[in-house]
């Protein structure tokens, strides 16, 4: 199997790559959407991303990615019925990719043909949501699904679940996922109800810098003639990114949310007319994702205002009389209420 290109060879593309970073400490922001021009690193980063994690520890053989002290009912497997418990191994985060024309038993799991014909035995087919579970579920061009495919991933992001009920199967197995989804907008908008559902969205454009894009070229084609040995000499650097992330994840629920900062979140969520809570809740749980990322116990309110467009473009209202974008829009709340404290 051929290397994944390294996460820390990617030039550039500076605040794709902190939105992934972010999901990878704190799961529970809920995904991250990227969004832009073909052939910008979409699908290299996130597939770079799996590869750069740490390790997961399952048994040897599950399907459904169960904790080794935590196995799951619908998992036979790990509890060892009829058998002695299969040992504990560690295996790559799992990222999954979820084809846009799958059908829903293959995402969601069905009955086991060959077992119900062979042996007359009633058993259940995990499918990809199972073989994501603890880890990532991705979707290039998202916004080419189909509605009932959008359907079966809103109830499983929203519950961690995954519940089936048909051919006289009745089966529910932990779906926690990082649903991580890329396109082109140019082929379509994402329907509003998934769109909420990612915690961070972010757009990414072709690199316009002469030395940049030399050396995208060069990286590339370094890979593309020796992939482990460009991975070998990426390795150091590889390696302290994944440290920055395991120590963020051990730190992320010591990171402390001054009253200041959190009021003046709520303040520009309330300025820019976001519906819902989620925003103020994903600016909190994105705000300690990149302080523990740099190692500091508390948010700051310049860790707000660097990932206010990212948690809060997608969530705007569309104003018809305002054809500066979302993220002026944002950058001018975010002085407005700069000006006001200033003069308080």
């Not at 790559?92 to 069905?110: K, N, Q």
């Not at 042996?119 to 998202?142: C, H, M, S, T, V």
């Not at 150091?236 to 200041?260: D, G």
Request: charged letters at 25%.
């Amino acid at each position: 199997m051929t290397l994944p290109f390294p996460f820390a060879a990617i030039v550039g593309q500076e605040d794709m790559k902190k939105a992934l970073l972010m999901a990878a400490v704190e799961p529970m922001l809920g995904g991250v959407l990227i969004f832009g021009d073909r052939g910008t690193g979409k699908s290299t980063a996130v597939r770079a991303l799996a590869e750069l994690l740490p390790k997961i520890e399952t048994r040897q053989g599950c399907r459904y990615n169960c904790l080794p002290g935590e196995p799951q009912e619908a998992c036979r497997h790990c509890r060892g019925e009829g058998k002695h418990k299969p040992p504990t191994i560690k295996i790559r985060t799992p990222m999954v990719d979820l084809p846009l024309g799958a059908t829903e038993d293959r995402v969601c799991g069905s009955l086991d043909i060959e077992k119900a014909l062979v042996a007359g035995e009633k058993a259940f087919e995990p499918g990809l949501l199972a073989a994501a579970n603890r880890g990532f579920l991705y979707i290039d061009e998202i916004n080419l699904l189909e509605d009932h495919l959008v359907d079966l991933l809103l109830d499983a992001a929203a519950s961690g679940v995954n519940v089936v009920e048909r051919e006289g199967l009745s089966v529910r197995h932990s779906a926690r996922f990082v649903l991580v989804g890329s396109g082109n907008p140019e082929e379509g908008d994402l329907r509003p109800q998934l769109l909420d559902r990612f915690g961070l969205a972010v757009d990414v454009r072709t690199i316009n810098d002469l030395s940049m894009r030399i050396e995208v070229i060069r990286r590339r084609d370094a890979y593309e003639t020796d992939p482990a040995a460009f991975a070998a000499e990426w390795g150091k650097r590889e390696a302290a990114i994944r440290n920055r992330v395991v120590a963020a994840r051990k730190m992320l629920r010591q990171v402390e949310i001054p009253e200041a900062v959190l009021s003046r979140m709520s303040q520009l969520c309330m300025r820019l007319g976001i519906d819902g809570m989620r925003g103020e809740l994903t600016l909190m749980r994105a705000g300690r994702a990149a302080a523990a990322l740099d190692g500091r116990s508390a948010i700051t309110w310049a860790d707000v205002e660097a990932i206010a467009p990212m948690v809060l473009c997608h969530r705007l209202r569309r104003d018809p009389l305002d054809d500066a974008g979302s993220t002026p829009r944002i950058e001018r709340a975010l002085a407005s209420l700069e000006s006001g404290y200033a003069h308080a």
